[in-house]
């Protein structure tokens, strides 16, 4: 069960309608797909998506660091050695994605070896979750279309409403324009992606008081300590960490020290080892979780969808699995689907799911 390489093939994958929001945007899948192979001749993949406003790392740097330090520090190592592995990556600093993406894809390999899917080697607490859709920039008469389609097409019901621009006044009325359209039945929430201050995001909270709101997440920077803290202690609804919580540490003291009562875990920054530790973290403290998007591909949204199923924490909430529909293609040979609103993990031993060769030969950007 030993690693003996782990390889990177960087692909990009152009999207049909990008995505903007308050930090970047996202016109193309520039990702990384990941795959750790061991001594008996199993593959496991996982994919890492660079987000260099968020984390800094792009496709370079994540195929250049696995390449030259993570995959040599882990070649050799047991796939069941994961606190080997956890230590040997944690001695270099920051690459979220492609610790996580080193992780999952043991995971995948040793489920594979052994026959057993890996939600059920997590938890296995149920085998489907309820999908929320992200909405990215648009004018409100666009964002209140799509979610529509996305309701009619898919019967999605839960929305990320991505906010955080000036003027306010534009974001108030994307807001009331998809809840029109839509109804209380849905669930909305709103994503400022650290876009507004404080005094800002008070200000829309209390306008929009009367659109029953789900939570919010990351509305002002994290760095903002005072006016975060006064902002949080007025919020109505969980104030979710996302971003400035990366890690299980950050996870704590923004949690401890009043930055945030709640928490998106994202397996594609803490992989599933990682996501665990916060999973748990959240359960002992008493906080809810969600789990995010980290804008992923199918394969990323698979592996969010093994990890959250497995958890009865993370399986209570939608989680955001369904932004690779924006995608004008993918590398699955058989796509994910979404059926009446949720989302139901493949059968078949690790992920359960398989790389389509031809596509990954067309798409990548290595040759």
Same mark, same amino acid.
């Given at each position: 069960?030993?690693?003996?390489?782990?390889?990177?093939?960087?692909?990009?994958?152009?999207? +049909?309608?990008?995505?903007? #929001?308050?930090?970047?945007?996202?016109?193309? @899948?520039?990702?990384?797909?990941? =795959?750790?192979?061991?001594?008996? $001749?199993?593959? $496991?993949?996982?994919?890492?998506?660079?987000?260099?406003?968020?984390? $800094? =790392?792009?496709?370079?740097?994540?195929?250049?660091?696995?390449?030259?330090?993570?995959?040599?520090?882990?070649?050799?190592?047991? !796939?069941?050695?994961?606190?080997?592995?956890?230590?040997?990556?944690?001695?270099?600093?920051?690459?979220?994605?492609?610790?996580?993406?080193?992780?999952?894809?043991?995971?995948?390999?040793?489920?594979?070896?052994?026959?057993?899917?890996?939600?059920?080697?997590?938890?296995?607490?149920?085998?489907? &979750?309820?999908?929320?859709?992200? !909405?990215? #920039?648009?004018?409100?008469?666009?964002?209140?279309?799509?979610?529509?389609?996305?309701?009619?097409?898919?019967?999605?019901?839960? #929305?990320?409403?991505?906010?955080?621009?000036?003027?306010?006044?534009?974001? &108030?009325?994307?807001?009331?324009?998809?809840?029109?359209?839509?109804?209380?039945?849905?669930?909305?929430?709103?994503?400022?992606? +650290?876009?507004?201050?404080?005094? =800002?995001?008070?200000?829309?909270?209390?306008?929009?008081?009367?659109?029953?709101?789900? +939570?919010?997440?990351? &509305?002002?920077?994290?760095?903002?300590?005072?006016?975060?803290?006064?902002?949080?202690? /007025?919020?109505?609804?969980?104030?979710?960490?996302?971003?400035?919580?990366?890690?299980?540490?950050?996870?704590?003291?923004?949690?401890?020290?009043?930055?945030?009562? @709640?928490?998106?875990?994202?397996?594609?920054?803490?992989?599933?080892?990682?996501?665990?530790?916060?999973?748990? &973290?959240?359960?002992?403290?008493?906080?809810?979780?969600?789990?995010?998007? /980290?804008?992923?591909?199918?394969?990323?949204?698979?592996?969010?969808?093994? #990890?959250?199923?497995? /958890? +009865?924490?993370?399986?209570?909430?939608?989680?955001?699995?369904?932004?690779?529909?924006?995608?004008?293609?993918?590398?699955?040979?058989?796509?994910?689907?979404?059926?009446?609103?949720?989302?139901?993990?493949?059968?078949?031993?690790? !992920?359960?799911?398989?790389?389509? /060769?031809?596509?990954?030969?067309?798409?990548?950007?290595?040759?």
């Amino acid at each position: 069960m030993k690693i003996i390489d782990v390889r990177t093939i960087p692909f990009a994958i152009p999207y +049909r309608k990008p995505l903007h #929001f308050a930090s970047g945007h996202i016109d193309v @899948a520039d990702n990384v797909l990941v =795959e750790v192979v061991t001594e008996d $001749g199993i593959t $496991g993949v996982a994919e890492a998506p660079p987000r260099p406003y968020t984390y $800094g =790392e792009t496709q370079v740097s994540i195929v250049h660091v696995i390449n030259a330090v993570f995959g040599p520090a882990v070649t050799g190592v047991s !796939l069941l050695a994961r606190e080997q592995v956890r230590e040997r990556l944690s001695r270099t600093v920051g690459n979220p994605t492609a610790k996580a993406a080193i992780d999952m894809a043991m995971w995948d390999a040793w489920g594979k070896m052994i026959g057993a899917p890996v939600h059920e080697m997590l938890g296995g607490y149920t085998d489907r &979750l309820q999908v929320s859709h992200m !909405l990215g #920039f648009a004018e409100p008469a666009a964002m209140a279309e799509e979610a529509l389609r996305m309701r009619d097409e898919f019967g999605i019901t839960s #929305f990320k409403i991505k906010v955080g621009r000036r003027p306010i006044g534009l974001d &108030l009325a994307v807001c009331r324009a998809i809840h029109d359209a839509i109804g209380r039945e849905a669930e909305l929430y709103l994503d400022g992606n +650290r876009g507004w201050t404080a005094a =800002e995001a008070a200000r829309v909270m209390r306008e929009l008081a009367d659109l029953n709101l789900s +939570r919010v997440e990351e &509305l002002c920077p994290a760095d903002d300590v005072l006016a975060r803290h006064w902002l949080v202690k /007025q919020c109505p609804i969980p104030f979710v960490a996302d971003e400035s919580a990366p890690t299980p540490a950050d996870a704590t003291r923004e949690l401890l020290a009043g930055a945030a009562n @709640a928490l998106s875990i994202k397996t594609a920054r803490t992989g599933f080892s990682g996501s665990l530790r916060v999973a748990h &973290l959240a359960e002992g403290l008493g906080v809810p979780t969600v789990i995010g998007n /980290q804008i992923d591909g199918q394969i990323g949204s698979a592996c969010s969808l093994a #990890f959250g199923v497995s /958890q +009865r924490s993370t399986a209570r909430e939608a989680a955001e699995l369904s932004n690779y529909l924006d995608m004008s293609d993918d590398l699955l040979t058989e796509p994910l689907r979404i059926t009446a609103g949720s989302m139901r993990v493949r059968p078949g031993p690790g !992920l359960g799911i398989e790389v389509d /060769q031809d596509k990954l030969d067309h798409y990548r950007t290595d040759r």
